[in-house]
């Protein structure tokens, strides 16, 4: 089964920036999976945040984030990254990344196969 594991979360003051990693196993076929992050924040239900395919690598974004998310591959790590700027107390959440091993990137998380453990993000006011 694909393991990911999810990390850099952390507490950060509004206006402050992150990056968000997520490593794969190595028996992942990591560059042909679209891969995706989501987050959960409290009381609300799971949100998409970003996407990108693993046939031609097009990213797409929640609203919310375009602008200030950037999300990114390193397909010879085995890793995904989400760079996130401008924090606002609003993006504090759980946030987790996820496989789809058909490549098509999406915003429904339950078509995608494999999920981390998630990463905690506190924006402070």
């Known amino acids: 089964q694909v393991q990911l594991v999810e990390s850099g979360g952390g507490l950060v003051q509004a206006g402050g920036s992150l990056r968000l990693s997520c490593a794969a196993s190595?028996?992942?076929?990591?560059?042909?999976?679209?891969m995706g992050w989501f987050r959960q924040a409290p009381g609300k239900e799971r949100q998409f945040v970003a996407g990108?395919?693993?046939?031609?690598?097009?990213?797409s974004y929640a609203d919310s984030m375009k602008g200030r998310f950037i999300i990114s591959r390193d397909n010879a790590k085995n890793t995904l990254y989400l760079e996130m700027n401008t924090l606002k107390p609003e993006d504090t959440a759980v946030y987790y990344c996820?496989?789809?091993?058909?490549?098509?990137?999406?915003?429904?998380?339950?078509?995608?196969?494999?999920w981390g453990q998630g990463t905690q993000v506190t924006v402070s006011s």
């Open positions: 996820a496989a789809r091993p058909d490549g098509r990137a999406g915003s429904v998380g339950l078509e995608y196969d494999f």
């Open positions: 190595s028996r992942t076929a990591f560059g042909t999976y679209a």
């Open positions: 990108i395919s693993g046939i031609f690598g097009t990213t």
